[in-house]
């Protein structure tokens, strides 16, 4: 159980482009879903927490406007890069909540290699 | 605010060999734990976590932590290393109440033959 998909695991786009990722948790439903970036070598950078049904929360330095973010089920999160740029080139990955106890355990995806050239 | 440290960005052991991870923390109230793997190019699989209760607890893969208070730590252990287990390992904390996992900087395991 507790099983989170993202597609696509891998993006070549070109610059000025706009690209979407999708995090779907699998088996469970998840009221909060959370997107982190991570550059080479380097740990997990939160982006921001999504909550169903209600706008994300972005972390202090992320662009509101350049990364959109929609979770409009209880199941489903998606992250819009917006005119993307080669410095928006990453690893994006996504997490999601499970819905018991009070140990609030993130699920990860596999992760969404973007290449923008 | 909570934070953590992990003390090596590189550990290399032989197969078979003891594997120790460090981990630190810093909270003002209680924290719950994590230990995550990544393997390349993949997402994070959780290992482990400390909420309540026990102090020592174990995971998946053979691996087992420690909570201690006093020491504000909480290392991942595994008594025998296999190749397989070469991989990035990350601690985080997370705040009761709050959702946000704090990572440290990772850990990459390298194992020898």
């Known amino acids: 159980g507790a099983v989170v998909s993202q597609h696509p695991s891998r993006v070549i786009c070109k610059s000025g482009t706009s690209v979407k990722i999708e995090c779907r948790s699998l088996?469970?439903?998840?009221?909060?879903m959370f997107w982190y970036r991570q550059f080479p070598k380097k740990s997990l950078m939160l982006m921001a927490t999504s909550n169903e049904g209600s706008k994300a929360t972005y972390e202090q330095g992320v662009e509101k406007d350049k990364f959109l973010i929609n979770h409009a089920s209880l199941t489903l999160s998606t992250l819009t890069v917006t005119s993307a740029h080669p410095e928006d080139s990453s690893f994006y990955i996504c997490?999601?909540?499970?819905?018991?106890?009070?140990?609030?355990?993130?699920?990860f995806g596999p992760g969404t290699r973007l290449t923008v050239l | 605010a909570q934070s953590v440290t992990q003390l090596g960005s590189h550990v290399s052991v032989s197969e078979g060999a003891l594997v120790l991870l460090r981990c630190n923390y810093s909270?003002?109230?209680?924290?719950?734990l994590f230990w995550y793997v990544q393997y390349p190019n993949q997402g994070l699989q959780l290992l482990l976590k400390?909420?309540?209760?026990?102090?020592l607890v174990k995971g998946i893969n053979g691996f087992e932590a420690e909570f201690k208070k006093s020491e504000t730590s909480f290392h991942l252990t595994k008594p025998s290393a296999h190749m397989s287990d070469a991989a990035e390992y990350f601690c985080a904390v997370i705040v009761t109440g709050f959702q946000k996992l704090v990572f440290g900087t990772g850990t990459r395991l390298l194992v020898s033959p």
């Open positions: 400390y909420t309540t209760g026990a102090t």
């Open positions: 997490s999601a909540s499970l819905q018991r106890g009070t140990t609030d355990t993130q699920y």
């Open positions: 909270s003002s109230v209680p924290p719950y």
């Open positions: 088996d469970f439903q998840a009221t909060t």
